[in-house]
């Protein structure tokens, strides 16, 4: 027998089996709870008890691929060695080589610590990225090399981010609001570990320093890596010359050079019973 109108009409169809219902934006407070239930309770079934996040540039290139960038751009401008585009291209490509060693301290990071906390069944301090490429390819290649678990909070956004191959497939995660993704970063996690990075890095750091500053948050280290870097993207000492922070808020977060030593000061911090 043919559907008749009634059973045809969007009205007769469930409400929960209705995507066009679902998007509309009164449902925006029903979407935010399972936007938060969903990823949760998949934490939960894979015994996810901790974790450490992972923060840094989507566009550090490991360090062969950016001597092939450099090498392209110094080409290119070979052709053109007045364009001030292509000069411009390939100082940054030479910046982005300085930068690439940090590709493989954040591999090594997550294969340091997800060796040290992913082993008899336990899940503690499991590596979370943002789950895109650059450092965070690097943090989750890092667990995969040692056949860890690790997390991949992936956003939608107008360009379209593809997760990458090293996130363990079961915790690989697609948000819509940066809301819900922030509170799952940091949900969980014992500490913060910043690598180079843009506007995003800057984001996710910022608020977490502001959260441990007010107390909404305790417990999270921060570890910034590359000493150098940093003072010299951020002059911490200014907001304190201003009066615009305390000088006891520049210890919320330390300097590390390595992933061994981001790693010894995170289980220094928290003296968990962790094999370092």
């Not at 650059?134 to 360009?159: C, H, T, W, Y």
Request: glycine residues 6%; aromatic residues 10%.
């Amino acid at each position: 027998m043919s559907d008749s109108p009634q059973s045809s009409s969007s009205a007769y169809t469930r409400a929960d089996s209705d995507p066009a219902f679902l998007q509309r934006d009164e449902l925006r407070a029903a979407r935010l709870q399972l936007e938060w239930l969903k990823s949760e309770l998949i934490h939960q079934e894979e015994g996810i008890e901790s974790t450490i996040v992972v923060f840094g540039s989507a566009r550090l290139l490991e360090p062969a691929a950016a001597q092939d960038k450099l090498q392209q751009a110094e080409l290119e401008l070979t052709h053109s060695p007045n364009d001030p585009e292509k000069t411009r291209a390939v100082q940054i490509a030479k910046n982005q080589l300085s930068l690439a060693p940090y590709y493989n301290e954040a591999r090594e990071f997550g294969r340091l610590v997800s060796s040290a906390c992913q082993f008899d069944g336990r899940c503690e301090y499991v590596v979370v990225t943002g789950g895109g490429p650059g450092i965070m390819e690097a943090g989750n290649r890092g667990a995969a090399d040692v056949g860890a678990k690790s997390i991949g909070l992936n956003v939608d956004l107008p360009f379209e981010q593809m997760p990458n191959s090293y996130i363990t497939p079961s915790l690989c995660f697609k948000f819509r609001y940066f809301a819900l993704r922030k509170m799952h970063f940091l949900y969980r996690a014992k500490a913060l570990v910043v690598f180079p990075g843009g506007f995003g890095t800057m984001d996710e750091l910022f608020e977490t320093l502001t959260l441990l500053q007010t107390g909404k948050v305790q417990d999270v280290s921060v570890v910034l890596i590359g000493k150098a870097y940093w003072e010299d993207l951020i002059n911490w000492k200014k907001f304190v010359e201003f009066g615009l922070i305390s000088p006891r808020d520049l210890s919320l977060f330390h300097y590390a050079e390595t992933a061994r030593e981001a790693w010894e000061i995170i289980v220094q911090e928290h003296h968990e019973g962790t094999d370092s």
